[in-house]
């Protein structure tokens, strides 16, 4: 069957109404997304590349963005980890409908400092807590009780005490080093603008769709 063809009948995206530092132009859509009542505006597919050469891709959720980068949490030996250690430069993939928009955000990733990981972590629920402990990401696990039961481990280890953060667990930053605002138009003639560093600040330009 078919997909049905969508037409993008909404406003464009306007050099006149475009924000100087492409932080701020995805602070804008981003809350726009939010307040369009998206159900996870803050997935995101995260794009790396392992020691070949290979790219691979997985969705993960944006915690924290401003002007110092883009942060998501994880776990530091998964296959994600283990890609941004051989390589470490990665692209998000923002992708909000019914608003028609797509972001692409390229550049260098690192790890955020342990002090941010651990206020992170701290305020996340106890489930997940425990479930970051008792997890080894990425790491084949013989069934699904194997895993209920280290979790279950992990629970009565901690009961009444705060659950501390596990060493292998915690967020990578990336600095931004190219934007792209996709803007879905009538007959695919859709806005695309990128953004790329000159000289004493940003520099944007219009993509052919
Ligand atoms: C909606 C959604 C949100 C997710 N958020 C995260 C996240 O914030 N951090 C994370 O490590 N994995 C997250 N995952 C799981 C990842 O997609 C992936 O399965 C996991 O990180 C292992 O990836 P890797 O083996 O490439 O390291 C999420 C998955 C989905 C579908």
């Known amino acids: 069957m078919e997909a049905p063809r969508i037409e993008y009948d909404v406003d464009g995206l306007l050099e ?6 492409p932080v701020d132009q995805f602070t804008h859509w981003f809350d726009e997304a939010v307040q369009a009542d998206l159900p996870e505006a803050n997935m ?28 998501f949490y994880t776990n530091y030996g998964s296959t994600k980890a283990e890609q941004l250690a051989a390589h470490p430069y990665a692209t998000l993939v923002f992708h909000w409908e019914p608003l028609h928009r797509q972001v692409r955000i390229l550049g260098a990733v690192e790890k ?47 009961a ?15 600095i931004p080093g190219r934007f792209e605002f996709w803007q879905g138009q009538v007959n695919r003639m859709h806005d695309r603008i990128r953004f790329t560093p000159g000289e004493g600040g940003w520099f944007y330009e219009r993509l052919s769709p």
């Open 112 to 158: 955020v400092d342990p002090e941010q990981s651990d206020t992170y972590f701290a305020s996340r629920p106890r489930g997940s807590q425990l479930a970051a402990r008792a997890s080894r990401q990425s790491i084949p696990v013989a069934n699904r009780h194997v895993l209920r039961e280290r979790y279950e481990e992990e629970d009565q280890r901690w």
């Open 16 to 21: 006149a109404n475009l924000a100087a530092d």
């Open 160 to 174: 009444g005490a705060d659950v501390p953060r596990p060493d292998d667990w915690g967020g990578y930053r990336l």
């Open 44 to 71: 995101m597919t995260l794009a790396t590349v392992d020691a070949l050469g290979m790219p691979d891709a997985r969705v993960v959720l944006l915690k924290e963005h401003g002007p110092d980068g883009f942060v």
